[in-house]
């Protein structure tokens, strides 16, 4: 199975009131693992940039004055998400930018059923605890000592070792046996594997002790001092 994980950062809260999305990043997992391929973009949202917002992730208008418009890779984008679910951390913030962006150009927004929420997948693990990106690295032991300051390709990449982590670690799709043979293993419910025509019969090993076993043990129990199951007080 595809999934994308992906974290924006933007000019501020709300794009209903004008702010804008400036960066991107997405992480592409296969089967829980990640491939190592990726999407990244920087964006020139055509306005400025509110000092709190650029305290955050430390984009500079300077800095994005010369980044492409959204609609200009809008394309790649798509295409690269293609229908895969798509995790992210409080989701419906990052759904509400890239929706919007969606909008302006001209482009079908995405569809909230393809929606999955770290941050409510935590409340449900975690209940009352802290739920941020960074309390949930650290209650699960990943390191994010190189993040200084919010970048969306860095937090995607943080985010997708914690989803990993949240839906059962690095055990998932571990195949015993057949899949170290490079053999496909069925994921029917209810299948049961057929025995391989083509290895050797083996007679079953005796599992019953001998004759000279019990009486060994007959005469091992017999010196044993008062022993316990014996006791018949």
């Known amino acids: 199975m595809r999934e994308i994980i992906f974290d924006t950062e933007t000019t501020g809260f709300d794009p209903r009131t004008g702010d804008r999305l400036v960066e991107i990043g997405c992480v592409e997992l296969i089967d829980r693992r990640e491939t190592g391929v990726t999407f990244h973009a920087y964006f020139n949202p055509e306005r400025d940039m509110p000092a709190a917002a650029e305290a955050v992730h430390g984009l500079s208008i300077q800095f994005l004055s010369d980044k492409p418009l959204f609609a200009s890779r809008v394309d790649e984008l798509l295409e690269f998400l293609g229908d895969a679910p798509l995790v ?8 509400g930018f890239v929706n ?3 909008a302006r150009a001209g482009r079908p927004a995405l569809d909230m059923t393809r929606m999955c929420c770290t941050v409510q997948m935590a409340r ?3 209940p009352g605890a802290k739920h941020s990106l960074d309390a949930l690295c650290t209650r699960y032991g990943i390191d994010r000592s190189h993040r200084v300051k919010h970048g969306a390709l860095l937090d995607a990449e943080l985010l997708a070792h914690l989803y990993i982590e949240m839906t059962g670690g690095r055990q998932i799709g571990l195949g015993l046996g057949a899949a ?7 994921a029917a419910p209810g299948a049961v594997a057929s025995p391989r025509s083509d290895r050797p019969f083996r007679e079953p090993r005796p599992h019953m002790a001998s004759a000279a076993e019990l009486a060994r043990h007959a005469e091992f129990v017999a010196g044993l001092n008062q022993p316990l199951w014996l006791d018949t007080v």
């Not at 992210?88 to 759904?95: I, L, Q, S, T, W």
């Not at 170290?180 to 069925?186: F, R, V």
Request: hydrophobic share 50%.
């Open 180 to 186: 170290a043979a490079g053999e496909s293993i069925s």
């Open 88 to 95: 992210a951390h409080n989701a419906v913030f990052d759904f």
């Open 100 to 102: 919007a962006e969606l």
């Open 124 to 126: 449900k693990l975690h």
